[in-house]
């Protein structure tokens, strides 16, 4: 079970920072992704961290701006977003894989029920 949070509405150049709460002892084994959806536009990838935390990989739109981190002990995942533009504007999923695989595309076993970011100009 995941559920995003921090999402809002914030001007361009502003920063916005969104949490995803996961339950289950089984939080630390899984990789962690976070993918947006814009209206009439499918789900894309955004940013992935393996178990450990060791190992992130971001699309490029976003490299230099947002930040995955997590924090195994409480369960939580986080994306840091910074120098925001409009075109961020989508409903950002939290999701969940089990394997070691750092997936970018949207077979992930589990989903969040999203947080609206919007990025006015």
């Known amino acids: 079970h995941l559920v995003e949070s921090g999402g809002g509405l914030v001007q361009a150049g502003g920063s916005l920072r969104l949490s995803c709460a996961a339950s289950?002892?089984?939080?630390?084994?899984?990789?962690m992704a976070w993918f947006r959806q814009a209206p009439g536009k499918e789900r894309e990838f955004v940013s992935v961290i393996s178990w450990t935390g060791a190992n992130t990989d971001y699309t490029d739109s976003v490299k230099g701006r947002f930040t995955i981190s997590r924090d195994n002990a409480k369960n939580m995942v986080y994306l840091q977003m910074n120098m925001l533009k409009p075109e961020d504007t989508a409903v950002y999923y939290c999701a969940a894989r089990l394997g070691p695989e750092m997936v970018v595309t949207t077979t992930y076993d589990y989903w969040g029920q999203g947080t609206q970011v919007t990025v006015s100009s």
């Open positions: 289950g002892r089984a939080f630390k084994t899984f990789n």
